[in-house]
């Protein structure tokens, strides 16, 4: 049989079928995804033993959040609440757990400040409307394109004003105002606190709380599933309780009594440019906060991935509501997602169950929260600002990508003596153009020292406006020799922008006109011999090119010297 029979009848063979299975296919009972037990039913009972873990984590940070924010702690209360039975019930994240958020406090205490608490709720309400309207047009996956030198920066830049913040109502002492300010007023506040028993009674029970947070995941056996802000929490109030201890302790109010749904007076207020910023502010850091939370939980376990755009909807609903009652601003939060999986969650119902106990908590025994020292809740978030902080990323990114790590400093100094929005957009800015730079990688190489009378430039790369001092340093070098002829070869640019192409191209009519002969080979020709290939690199990145028509009489470039490239150029390589 002949070869192309012996195809044909190959290609025409054909498969035995499968065999019939003769058992039922079983469904597996685990696995990722897998939101049962092997009878079929979800395991209720760890779903509400989850539940409790996450509301033992989250009552004290609601609290805490809130006092950094300059609101009302009942407010936190009923963030906290919203991101549960709202947030949690929305499908997106399973395991994510939304609530008021240490990375915000700062952002809200400047908003508080500027405009008033009454402000806050209609602010809010803006961007849960703008992430609901962004997650719609499906936009939940543009916060992962920015770069991670400026996510690391921002939640470095509100790491660290949120510690300096919180070392005055450790000491029960009240911070200054701004970042720079808080921190130029360390000295004298350690000053005052060692000069005051109970201010050191406060500052002793917040280092407690910072040394137990850090340590208490070292505990032997059971004892370290206690949530460590829980125990500090439960220390704090013993203390305070002893005879002759007078410390400042939190002063609550009616929960609903709290409730302030925003009137015509604060929505009109959406007329206001600052107030119009301060929502587009809100907007982004909450929902790349959000969103880059969904990406970390997701790391922390084998379950259903994230579907970014319904979760960002569901933050926006959360918010939307948390707007309406005059409430704080909602995010995702690691430490309160991380307990939610390391206590065996698998479904939405532990998440919306912890908001239901916080709600019950506060309606219930709101008395118990009285009790609780701000000191503590201040040591919980100075840990809380320190996790953002994060200054062992600072070295890493340092070994890793020293242009990287400029834009993640730049980002955090900025945040540090601005503001949020104003060190986010700069911190942006740099990695553009640290892109811009790095993709700009233009090779000038040049001859005009050679015996002959040809100048020669040769160009490869990517060619921009970045670029465009060293073009026309090659280009006036090439003109300076003096020699009649130039060839200036930039067959092996793969972008040449508008910017540099004008340079090239003025350069070229300038010198025909004073009698030099140019020679312009621009991107995409080619020498019309190729039979020898150059070890130059410079000439190998022409190769493999196909061949343009031939110029006609009024074409911008034309061939006269087709020959190798010398291997005698000065490189310029930038």
Known sequence: MSGQHARHAQGTRTRPKAPVPTTPLRKPTS??????????????????????????VALPLCIGVAVASGVPAELGIISGVIGGLVVGAARGSTLQVSGPA???????????????????GVIVLGSGILQIILGLVRLGRMFQAISLAVVQGMLAGIGLPLIFSQLYPMSDSRAPGTPLENIAGVPGLLADTLADRQAMTAALLGVVTIVLSFLWKKMPGPVKKVPAALVAVGIGIGVAALPGVDVKTLQVGNLLASVDVPGPGQLAGLADVGILTAILTFTVIASAESLFTAAAVDRMHSGPRTRYNAELVAQGAGNTVAGLLGALPITAVVARSSANVQAGAKTRISRTLHGLWLLAFALLLPQVLALIPISVLAGVLVHSGWKLFAPEEFPKMWRQDRGEFAVMTVT???IVATALLEGVLIGLAAGVVLAALR?????????????????????????????????????????ASGKPRIRLDLTGVTHLDHACRSQVEEFTAQQRGLGTEVELLMPGAQPPTTET???????????????????????????????????????LVH
């Open 439 to 479: 993709m700009s990688r233009t090779v000038i190489r040049q001859d005009v020292d050679g015996g002959d009378d040809v100048a020669r430039v040769v160009m490869a790369g990517n060619a921009t406006f970045l670029r465009l001092p060293q073009v026309i340093e090659a280009l006036e070098a090439s003109a």
């Open 412 to 414: 955090t100094l900025v």
């Open 31 to 56: 696995g990722p995804g897998r939101t049962k037990n092997g009878t079929g039913r979800v395991d209720l009972a760890t779903e509400i033993t989850a539940s409790l873990v996450v509301f033992l």
């Open 533 to 571: 290939a150059s070890p130059d690199p410079v000439e190998k990145a022409l190769e493999g090119k196909l061949m343009p028509p031939v110029p006609g009489p009024d074409a911008e470039w034309f061939y006269l010297d087709t020959g190798p490239v010398p291997d005698r150029y000065a490189p």
């Open 102 to 120: 240490a990375g915000l406090a700062a952002l809200v205490a400047e908003t508080v400040l500027e405009y008033g608490v009454a402000s806050l």
